[in-house]
């Protein structure tokens, strides 16, 4: 329904960059993002492919677990005014998804302290004077560094954090 929309002129997908395609939804599982302008005659679009959608399927969109998430860009009468068009708000809550950052800005070590984090509560829940050498290293390459892996799949983390995350498992 969206890409027809879309091939519709009735929803417009976003682009990322100037040679890369448009987008204009992406999907996780029983997870749905969906990128658009920030106008009026979209958000009709938006709300009436939904209620096309839960009609025949039996399954009613959830709109307290949803959420919208706007550019910086945007003023605030349109801001406003998409807002009450969904029924939804700012999204400031649901700034990741399995973990993940939904929005990646200019200051990434910021954006992935929560992997540094998670890596040092980690490391001083272990009691130093029980293992051998040996055995911390066998903890920091079991434990510790499976906890970036599924990040670092997907973004390239700062050179900065990655320093920090070895400091902290060297101190170890």
Known sequence: ???????????LGMNFSRSGPQVSHLLFANDFIIFTKACHEDC??????LEVYE???????NMEKSAITFSPNI????????????????????????????????????????????VWKRVQSWRRGLFSIRERDGLIKSVSQ???????????????????LRSVLRRF
């Open 1 to 11: 329904m969206i890409l027809h929309a879309e091939q519709e002129n009735q929803l």
């Open 44 to 49: 009709l679009s938006i709300l009436n492919i």
């Open 55 to 61: 009609a025949p399927s039996g399954q009613k969109i």
């Open 75 to 118: 003023d605030d009468a349109s801001l406003v005014e998409i807002q009450e068009c969904l029924g939804l708000q700012n999204g400031a809550s649901h700034d990741s998804h399995l973990r993940l950052p939904l929005v990646v800005g200019r200051n990434r070590k910021k954006t992935f302290a929560s992997i540094k984090e998670r």
């Open 146 to 164: 499976t906890i970036p892996i599924y990040v670092t799949s997907i973004f390239k983390l700062p050179i900065s954090l990655c320093n920090d």
